[in-house]
């Protein structure tokens, strides 16, 4: 029998790697002398970066950077080969960077996410991934841009505030200083945020709550952005407002686009890729996956659908071991996952689910294998 396990972390109690001892430790018990492959996941957003160095076994870079409210602190960007780096932007603009009394995106910036993609482009790496989740940020991407060497002005030239409250004074946008390795360099974007940059369902009025902006500041800043886009549109000739994506991360995403010519991509879809995940399925029996919790949003590019989905072609058979299971998660069922167990085994908090989140997840995983074990007993 041979298992490969591919779960992602449970945010908060069990790392990737936790879950995969765990796994080897039951399977070994039901099926003695099984054999085991594993590879962490993650699905684009925070903890990406260290799966990917793990898997390809990269290094990080820590670099001196401008924080969210431009305080002077340091992040890190992960190394996978010798072409090819990968930026997390909540490492440098992070909303758990910014103390909660000091939350206002029209002050916040990407500045910093700008510093690590120049550090790599200046270390030679001419393919960047960058995860864009998790951020403080409200900037459109001015920070991040202004930091590679575009200069956003106001009507007497002169540069704007680089961070939300900017965004309404921009007049002009002067491209000729960018950084030069630019246009010699591959920017893929991993983002699942379908969101466009401006309207109800945009960057603003969607993310800026949470990263502290009261109704007036949500005026203000949306204001900015239909600015920033008018702008745009003219140095660029298309309207970017209404493009799916183009809101992820407080509209980062749209200046990648824009300025660097980012490509966006699947979170999950960059992990399998990177991780040679269709090769690792070769000979494997079962795939074993998981995550913190199964809802509707699961078979919507999480990592439960990627490897579902990945196994399926194959003809192999998904088991999913996750800490809750809402509705909706039995979509999944169509995504290739035949089977999904919950780690949850009585009436209890979650405080005491998080406690025991290891003992817990060992005898699911156990059920799950012993279900196997029978499923592979029934004549075929």
Do not use: W
């Not at 952005?225 to 407002?241: D, P, Q, S």
């Amino acid at each position: 029998m041979k298992f490969l396990f591919a779960p992602d972390s449970f945010k908060g109690s069990l790392s990737s790697k936790d879950i995969i001892q765990l796994l080897t430790e039951e399977a070994e018990k039901v099926f003695p002398g099984c054999e085991c492959v594993s590879v962490p996941m993650a699905d684009g957003g925070e903890g990406t970066m260290e799966v990917l160095v793990d898997i390809n076994n990269g290094k990080f870079v820590k670099v001196p950077v401008k924080g969210p409210l431009f305080e002077d602190t340091e992040a890190v960007y992960g190394v996978l080969d010798e072409n090819t780096a990968i930026i997390e932007m909540a490492a440098a603009s992070g909303l758990p960077m910014v103390p909660a009394d000091k939350r206002d995106p029209l002050n916040t910036t990407t500045y910093g996410t700008g510093e690590l993609i120049k550090h790599a482009l200046d270390s030679g790496y001419r393919n960047i991934i960058i995860g864009v989740g998790g951020s403080a940020t409200n900037d459109g991407g001015i920070g991040c841009m202004g930091a590679l060497g575009v200069r956003f002005l106001d009507k007497n030239g002169n540069e704007v505030y680089l961070g939300g409250k900017g965004l309404a004074d921009i007049a002009d946008i002067d491209v000729s200083g960018i950084h030069p390795a630019v246009k010699d360099s591959r920017f893929t974007v991993m983002c699942d945020v379908t969101f466009p940059l401006l309207g109800p369902n945009g960057a603003t009025y969607v993310f800026g709550p949470q990263k502290g902006a009261d109704q007036p500041r949500l005026e203000a800043l949306e204001a900015g952005m239909t600015n920033y886009v008018k702008v745009i549109e003219k140095l660029t000739g298309e309207y970017i407002g209404d493009k799916p994506s183009t809101g992820a991360a407080g509209g980062l995403s749209a200046a990648l686009m824009v300025f660097l010519k980012a490509k966006l991509q699947s979170g999950i879809d960059t992990v399998l890729q990177l991780s040679d995940f269709d090769k690792k399925l070769e000979g494997v029996d079962v795939v074993i996956s998981g995550e913190g919790r199964a809802d509707h949003q699961s078979a919507n590019g999480k990592v439960l659908y990627g490897v579902g989905t990945s196994a399926a072609k194959r003809g192999i058979p998904a088991v999913a071991i996750v800490g809750s299971m809402l509705p909706g998660a039995e979509s999944l069922y169509n995504c290739g996952i035949t089977s999904i167990m919950t780690t949850i085994n009585g009436v209890m908090s979650i405080d005491d689910a998080m406690k025991n989140a290891s003992e817990l997840f060992r005898g699911a995983a156990y059920r799950s294998l012993m279900l196997i074990k029978a499923g592979y007993g029934l004549k075929r």
